[in-house]
């Protein structure tokens, strides 16, 4: 079993979306083990997109996360649960996202654009003990 961090962004729960992205992982086969609706503070947003630090787009992706509540939550699954939930979310420009996924059905703007997964086992394990940190 492996685990990873999802969050619904705050464009997601302010178009009621929660239901229907949370819902097409369920349907995958995956589990939600842990979740709950919260307006993440600067300094948590800033710890989260550490690796973004001085990029164009920071500021604006750091305004946007924190702008309203989103729905933080822990997926458990197989080996590589990650990447499956990856694969389901899409590219990260939603204009370039297949159908199917959901930022390709569900999304139109790079910065709102639904979902954050994290991108690999490593990227798992410590966000999750950043979001969840008494989660075992
Ligand atoms: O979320 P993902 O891992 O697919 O993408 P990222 O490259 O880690 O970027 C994190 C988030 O920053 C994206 O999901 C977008 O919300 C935002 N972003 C943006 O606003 N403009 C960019 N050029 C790249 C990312
Ligand atoms: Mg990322």
Known sequence: MDRTLVIV??????RRLIGEILGRLERRGLT??????????????????AEHEGKP?????IAFITRSPSFVCAIEGPSGTWAIVRAAM????????????????????????????SDSAASAERELALFFPTLR
């Open 90 to 117: 899409g590219a990260t420009n939603p204009a370039d996202a297949a159908p199917g996924t959901i930022r390709g059905d569900l999304a139109t703007e790079l910065t709102e654009n639904l979902i954050h997964g």
């Open 57 to 61: 787009f920071f500021g604006d992706v």
């Open 9 to 14: 962004k705050p464009d997601g729960v302010e």
């Open 32 to 49: 939600i083990v842990a979740g709950d609706l919260r307006q993440i503070d600067e300094a948590t947003a800033k710890r989260h997109y």
